[in-house]
């Protein structure tokens, strides 16, 4: 069972416009969230965080906005440049749990076309 | 966040054998954990390493399977035994910072099991 769904595997938006990436879950007990974004043949990269008593936290060109009773969240590029071209996923854990185990959605490939 | 440095990045094996896997980081860390990307897949926590006791794995990941060693608190490894095609994945080992909150990835060793 995924606990942690990203349901567009690719996402294709003109340069200069807005980028709008999903993710859900299912698990309750997720209080954190993390967007990382992945260039092939590197090591996934922190974006951006969220923790659950927060609804918006923005960080430049980068908001991730979070709707609990709804169990999903989105990460806003704005404006998404040709550099933004990666796979990004979506990661979150319960720090009640006390292993800071991160379970990742399957990702979603954003093409930011020049 | 900490430079994450892990050899080999890629490497191709004949099933039945082993490989071992290095990381190295660049400041002290607790915890270190190995995941797996398996193809199309979204990673997978293999184990937490912590300096000093065993590592604790995941359901579906034993240690006979993956064995991992802390000796301090800026290495680690992970092996991968008697492998199988099944195995070809993409390990990668990450820290935790200094609150938790974030994870930082290393780059990952892409491993093809023929």
């Known amino acids: 069972d995924q606990q942690v769904k990203q349901n567009s595997p690719s996402l294709s938006v003109q340069e200069g416009r807005i980028s709008i990436l999903n993710c859900d879950y299912t698990n309750s007990m997720f209080d954190y969230f993390l967007w990382y974004k992945k260039y092939p043949a590197e090591g996934p990269t922190f974006l951006i965080s969220?923790?659950?008593?927060?609804d918006k936290n923005e960080d430049g060109r980068f908001t991730v906005f979070l709707n609990k009773s709804a169990k999903h969240l989105s990460l806003h590029i704005v404006p998404s440049q040709p550099g933004d071209s990666a796979v990004y996923f979506c990661?979150?854990?319960?720090?009640?749990?006390?292993?800071?185990?991160?379970?990742f959605g399957k990702g979603t490939k954003l093409s930011v076309i020049p | 966040s900490a430079v994450i440095s892990q050899k080999p990045s890629r490497d191709i094996c004949q099933r039945g054998t082993s490989l071992t896997i290095q990381c190295q980081v660049d400041s002290q860390v607790t915890m270190m954990f190995w995941y797996r990307q398996q193809p199309g897949q979204s990673l997978t926590l293999i184990a937490t390493a912590n300096q000093g006791s065993e590592a604790t794995y995941e359901s579906g990941f034993v240690i006979d399977k993956f064995p991992i060693s802390r000796p301090n608190l800026t290495f680690s490894t992970l092996t991968v035994s008697n492998m199988s095609p099944e195995d070809s994945s993409i390990y990668l080992c990450?820290?935790?910072?200094?609150?938790?909150?974030?994870?930082?990835f290393g780059p990952g060793t892409r491993l093809t099991v023929l």
């Open positions: 990661a979150a854990y319960s720090s009640g749990a006390g292993s800071y185990q991160l379970t």
């Open positions: 990450s820290v935790a910072s200094g609150n938790y909150n974030e994870q930082f």
């Open positions: 969220i923790s659950s008593i927060k």
